[in-house]
């Protein structure tokens, strides 16, 4: 078993040892150990972004972490939407902190002046505090003010390294999950493989079989998702060229069926009027853990960069993801056999496109398809 990181009862003690750790990326690099004594017992994690897929492209190094400090409490600091996903992952995550917002990040507003009293509150309450951020420019800044005997992180360069010993350098060449899998292994943390996670509940199964029922869907229905939406409008797929891509799915003897939720209703109908046949509607119909049902139960998933992008990844169904306004190179499923990829930042990303990726993940599925 790799060597565990562990805390300094001194902090000076932690320059005088190194280890040599395989990053990510393939690389061996002399780091110092970035501490020394006694297992960490309360470890916060930052990992204040918006997203499902921001939360589950951690989910490697949750795993990692915990297999490496099983007695330790982990902390998820994130924002309000993120709580109810402490309960889902109780497996990775022990309690929630919600992130009052700090000036320079965006993600929530900062309150400048409660600030001082939620760091008050914290400040030698942990052990261990770890920046899954993203570079580090303001958040390695927040993390070390949380006051942890320890903190870690990666930074951007040509930014001065806050520690030396427990940052690295922020790889900008690897995928998101593999970033923050890199980064423990500069610690000493051994990885415990790339898969994400996202556990489905047995009552949550119930109740999509209950609404897939409801729709008269057969059980053996070859269910193809049309994801219509996604936060960010920029990576949204344009109706028409989703119109297009659902009759391309029912030629092949696939079902067609539109997601998305309750907001989305409006892109749902473009895209129906842009079609011949009758896709399955279910937009507005699932919760979060009846979406994970349904996509592991669909033998197809297509599409934006968006938080069922990872969800397909999680769970091992095939997908045709298309990028519009992000780097398939951060945020793209690791496994290009079973998740294809359609760039369409430089070129028009066209029903053709799409459903030539579409042939090509089936092949690689090994699904058959008329």
Avoid: K
Wanted: aromatic content about 4%.
């Amino acid at each position: 078993m790799a060597r565990l990181v562990a805390l300094a009862d001194s902090l000076d003690a932690r320059a005088d040892e190194e280890t040599t750790v395989r990053r990510a990326a393939g690389r061996t690099q002399e780091r110092p150990l970035a501490v020394a004594g006694c297992r960490p017992r309360e470890v916060v994690v930052m990992r204040a972004l918006p997203g499902l897929g921001d939360f589950l492209c951690v989910t490697p190094a949750l795993r990692a972490l915990r297999s490496a400090l099983p007695a330790a409490r982990v902390t998820l600091l994130g924002l309000a939407g993120a709580r109810p996903l402490v309960d889902r992952y109780r497996h990775l995550v022990d309690a929630f902190l919600e992130f009052p917002g700090f000036p320079g990040l965006p993600e929530a507003p900062a309150n400048v002046r409660a600030l001082p009293e939620f760091l008050r509150a914290v400040q030698g309450r942990f052990d261990l505090a770890l920046q899954m951020h993203g570079s580090g420019v303001v958040s390695n800044t927040f993390v070390q003010l949380l006051g942890a005997r320890v903190s870690a992180g990666c930074y951007a360069t040509p930014l001065a390294c806050p520690d030396p010993a427990t940052f690295m350098a922020y790889p900008a060449g690897l995928a998101e999950p593999q970033v923050y899998l890199a980064l423990l292994a500069s610690l000493g943390i051994a990885g415990r493989g790339e898969q994400l996670e996202f556990p489905i509940a047995a009552h949550e199964q119930a109740e999509l079989d209950a609404v897939l029922r409801g729709l008269a869907v057969a059980d053996d229905a070859a269910l193809a998702l049309v994801h219509v939406g996604a936060a960010d409008a920029r990576r949204r797929v344009e109706p028409w060229v989703l119109g297009r891509v659902v009759d391309g799915l029912a030629a092949r003897g696939l079902e067609p069926a539109l997601t998305g939720s309750c907001g989305d209703a409006a892109l749902a109908e473009s895209v129906r009027a842009h079609v011949r046949c009758r896709p399955l509607d279910l937009v507005g119909r699932t919760s979060l853990g009846t979406l994970g049902a349904l996509v592991r139960r669909a033998r197809l998933v297509i599409a934006g960069d968006t938080g069922v992008s990872h969800l397909a990844s999680a769970l091992g169904t095939a997908s045709v993801i298309v990028f519009l306004a992000s780097a398939p190179q951060r945020w793209a499923p690791l496994d290009r056999r079973l998740h294809r990829v359609v760039d369409g930042r430089s070129a028009p990303a066209g029903a053709a496109a799409i459903l030539a990726e579409v042939d090509a993940v089936l092949a690689a599925a090994g699904v058959a398809h008329a």
